[in-house]
C-alpha cells in the first residue's frame, strides 16, 4: 500500500508552484504573453514571405525562364520571347507558355478609386497553372478586353465577385481603357500584390502599349516525364545567351523568398520581436523561480541539513521550469491559432500555424523557462544551512 501512495504521490516542485495560486497565475500569463508574441512575430514573417510567392507556386511549370535584371515579383524586367522559342530544342521541353507580368491601375467600379492590382498576361490555349478549372475560364479571354478577376482580391477593388456572382455585367477601366470581368479565379494576394487578374496577351499588350509586342517577363517550361529539372537547367543555361536565367520552379519561389529576406528588413523586424518576446518571457519566469527558492530557502536548508543531495533539490527547481513551460505554452498555442484565424480572414494573408513553428515556439519557451531555472538555482547553491538557521 505504501508504494502505491508512492509512486501517486503529488511532486514537490508542483505544491511549491501552486501554494501561491495568484504568484502562479501572473507567472503563466506572462510566459503566455510571450509565448503569443513570439507565434504572432514568426506567424507574420512566415506568413509574408509564402504571401510573396501565392502565384508562383501556381504555374504549371516545372522551370522558369526569367531575366537577369528582375529583382522580385514587384521588380521585374522583360527578355526577347524568343528565348522561350530556343528552348524547346532541348529534347526535354515538352511545352512552353510565354507570360507578361505587370502592375496596372485598376479602377474601383463602384468608388472610382484607383489602386495597383497584378496583372497577367498569357495565351489562353497555354498551360499558366495547376488548377484544372482555368483552362475552361481562359476560353473566355479570347474576345478583346475581357480578364478573370482574382475573388481572393482586397475588398479594395470592389465587389466584383459579389457583382459577378449576381450576374452582373462587371465593368470597369484598367490602365485607363475599358475593360470586363469575364469570369472569376481563386489565387489570393501575395505580400506585393493585393490583388490579381489574368487576362490574354492581347489584351495586355493593348492596356500596356510601351511593352515591346517582343518581350515577356516569365517563360514557363514544361518537362517530358522522368527528365531532370537539374540537368536540363545546366543544359539550357550553357546553350542560352546571358540576357535570361533558368530556374527550377522551386529555386524560382526561393529567389522571391531570398529578396524580402535579404533586401527588405522584413525579416529582421519581425524575428527581433520573437527576440523580445524571448527576452520578457526570461526576466519574468527568473522573477517568479528567484523569488520562490528564496521564500523556501529555509526549506531547501532543512532538507540538506536532512542529508538530501543538492542535486536532487536543483532538480525540484528544473521541474518548475518544465511546469510552467507547459502549462504556458498551451494557452499560448490556442491564442496563437485564433489570432492566425483573425489574421487570415482580415488581410487574407497565408498566416497559419504549421508543426515547425509550433516546435519552435514551444522549444524557445522550455528554453526560457530553464535558463531561468539555471539563474534561479544559483539561489540554492549558495545557501548555507548554518547561516539560515
Known sequence: MSGFWQRRRIPLAWLLLSRQPLRLLVALAGICFAGILMFMQL??????????????????????????????????????????????????????????WNFLLWRNPQTLTTRQILALGFE???????????????????????????????????????????????????????????????LGPSFGAD?????????????LPSNPPGSIEIGLLRLRPGADPDAVVRSLTASLPNDVKVFTKQAFIEFEKNYWRSSTSIGFIF????????????????????????????EYATLMAMGYRLKT???????EGIFLAVMGYVPAYAAGQALYALVRSSTKLPVAMDLPRA????????????????????????ADPAEIF
Open 195 to 207: 490583388g490579381n487578374l489574368l487576362t490574354s496577351r492581347e489584351t495586355f499588350l493593348e492596356l
Open 313 to 319: 533539490l536543483l532538480g525540484v527547481v528544473a521541474r
Open 43 to 100: 506567424g507574420f514573417r512566415d506568413g509574408l514571405f509564402d504571401a510573396s510567392v501565392t502565384v508562383h507556386r501556381l504555374f504549371d511549370a516545372d522551370l522558369v525562364l526569367m531575366s537577369p535584371r528582375s529583382m522580385s515579383s514587384i521588380s521585374m524586367s522583360g527578355f526577347p520571347r524568343r528565348r522561350l522559342v530556343q528552348s524547346m530544342a532541348h529534347p526535354d521541353v515538352q511545352g512552353i507558355t510565354p507570360v507578361n
Open 359 to 382: 516546435v519552435l515556439v514551444f522549444s524557445l519557451i522550455l528554453t526560457m523557462c530553464m535558463g531561468s531555472a539555471v539563474l534561479a538555482m544559483r539561489r540554492l547553491v549558495d
Open 271 to 298: 524575428s527581433l520581436g520573437a527576440a523580445m518576446g524571448f527576452v520578457v518571457g526570461c526576466v519574468i519566469v527568473y522573477q517568479i523561480l528567484y523569488t520562490d527558492v528564496s521564500d523556501h530557502l529555509p
Open 124 to 186: 489562353p490555349g497555354d498551360s499558366l497553372f495547376t488548377d484544372p478549372e482555368l483552362a475552361a475560364k481562359a476560353k473566355a479571354l479570347t474576345s478583346r478586353g475581357r480578364v478573370l478577376f482574382d475573388q481572393r482580391s482586397r475588398n479594395e477593388f470592389g465587389p466584383i465577385a459579389k457583382w459577378f456572382d449576381e450576374g452582373r455585367i462587371v465593368d470597369t477601366e484598367l490602365a485607363g481603357k475599358r475593360v470586363r470581368v469575364a469570369g472569376l479565379v481563386s
